[in-house]
């Protein structure tokens, strides 16, 4: 596959029109209710994007007349209690979030996905071809449209503007620059560290992955593992010497919530992952520092600059869904230009062209988040992850890597632990009927 793939993401008010005249018509609705008395049962992750739309869910069952049950749940607490009620078939989930790179292969192989060719082909102003072509075919496969894109994200890397102002520093543009900023910035004595990011086995895959590429390194190349090169040790090493030696206590059970509350209290001088994920940091209810944020491109590399862009989320209906049309209809709704604008403005970076190329929505966002998309789009990755069906079971084990490297400092002997993570990648894709024939 070509790591680098350019991604060109660059990314009316309805009124009701109830019955008048007679005394015997029905006073006005809101909307034409064409969803009462529907249930609908929405499985979200916790995620700055269903955040932002909670909030506007009123909106869309005062318009359809339609209840809206929704839960959330972690990321693997989501993707376990889909499989769990997928499996037994008998699941009321009309729609839920998905990822694509994660467990888009297999959800596809056990058709827990409706198509939505059909609806969409119907959809008139929603607007299919608002969203790119590289977008629109993550979510496809063989033909069929089985999710609708609703975040894009990016490796970016968040830094404390007034502590760089007070250090006389400017934003890192290269993975030794990167290092020499965590070093000057990092003052545990004084409870302020100088970077963090994931840790925490698996989820710190994704996070590595630019380094990675930055680094000179793939996950996978001809359909077999390639994280046991001198170039993917090298990218182990660096990461786990800058987290050892400048992150905080504890690193190794951080997962993204943990690292942004770190942020957001104001005792961490940089963060690198996912753009998104500027949300919780920009919202005073939630941050101490939502004032002081800055955002910069991701450091180059020895091989250069190409981090990761990528679909990280979706919006699906299943496939077990007994209300597909009303489940359509939420769906179409959550990912409507509208609703993503909203979420836009709110910190999110979502999926729409337009959005991206309106100029009086890009003029409220947050100062740089626009900037560091047009720069990363021409250069950027388009995965974050080895691409296998038995990707959960491959990320883990390349997470062990991550975490002896974390430990140790880099400083540990990773090449045989390279080499054992390579070897179970391999056992994967050919179980699969992945791997280099």
Excluded at 111 to 126: C, M, R, T, V
Excluded at 162 to 190: I, R, S, Y
Excluded at 365 to 375: N, R, S, T
Aim: hydrophobic share 40%; proline share 5%.
């Amino acid at each position: 596959m070509n790591r680098f793939l350019v991604v060109l993401l660059v990314l009316g008010l309805m009124l009701s029109l109830a019955g008048c005249g007679g005394d015997k018509k029905e006073p006005a609705k809101s909307g034409d209710q064409k969803l009462a008395g529907k249930t609908i049962r929405v499985l979200m992750a916790n995620h700055p994007y269903p955040e932002a739309l909670k909030k506007l869910i009123p909106e869309f069952e005062k318009k359809t007349g339609a209840k809206v049950n929704l839960e959330s749940y972690t990321e693997d607490q989501l993707t376990q209690k889909l499989t769990v009620e997928f499996t037994s078939g008998k699941s009321n989930v009309d729609v839920f979030m998905t990822r694509p790179l994660q467990e888009g292969r297999l959800f596809t192989k056990n058709k827990w996905y409706e198509p939505l060719n059909a609806q969409i082909e119907k959809s008139g102003d929603w607007d299919w071809k608002d969203f790119p072509k590289s977008t629109a075919d993550a979510v496809t496969y063989s033909g069929s449209i089985n999710s609708v894109p609703i975040v894009t994200e990016w490796q970016t890397l968040f830094y404390r503007k007034d502590l760089f102002e007070k250090a006389g520093l400017k934003p890192p543009t290269t993975l030794e620059e990167l290092e020499a900023a965590a070093k000057k910035l990092h003052n545990p004595d004084a409870g302020m560290y100088g970077i963090v990011s994931r840790g925490q086995r698996a989820n710190a895959v994704t996070q590595l992955s630019s380094y990675l590429y930055n680094f000179g390194g793939d996950w996978i190349k001809d359909g077999k593992a390639v994280v046991d090169t001198p170039e993917a040790i090298k990218a182990f090493e660096y990461y786990g010497r800058l987290l050892h030696d400048y992150g905080p206590p504890g690193v190794t059970n951080m997962h993204w919530p943990q690292a942004q509350a770190l942020m957001a209290s104001g005792k961490v001088a940089m963060w690198t992952d996912a753009s998104t994920l500027l949300a919780g940091l920009i919202d005073p209810a939630k941050s101490q520092v939502a004032d002081k944020i800055g955002i910069a491109q991701f450091p180059a590399g020895p091989k250069g600059n190409h981090p990761f862009l990528v679909v990280p989320w979706a919006m699906s209906v299943s496939a077990q869904s007994q209300q597909k049309d009303a489940a359509w209809e939420f769906l179409k709704w959550a990912s409507s230009k509208e609703v993503m604008v909203k979420a836009q403005l709110a910190g999110n970076t979502t999926s729409r062209t337009s959005i991206w190329n309106d100029a009086e929505v890009v003029k409220k966002l947050y100062p740089g988040l626009a900037d560091d998309f047009k720069k990363v789009g021409p250069i950027a990755t388009p995965y974050d992850r080895p691409l296998m069906t038995a990707v959960v079971e491959a990320r883990d084990a390349i997470g062990e890597v991550i975490v002896k490297s974390i430990e140790s400092g880099g400083k540990a002997d990773l090449a045989d632990a390279a080499k054992k993570a390579a070897a179970k990648v391999d056992e994967l894709l050919n179980k699969a009927g992945e791997g280099k024939k």
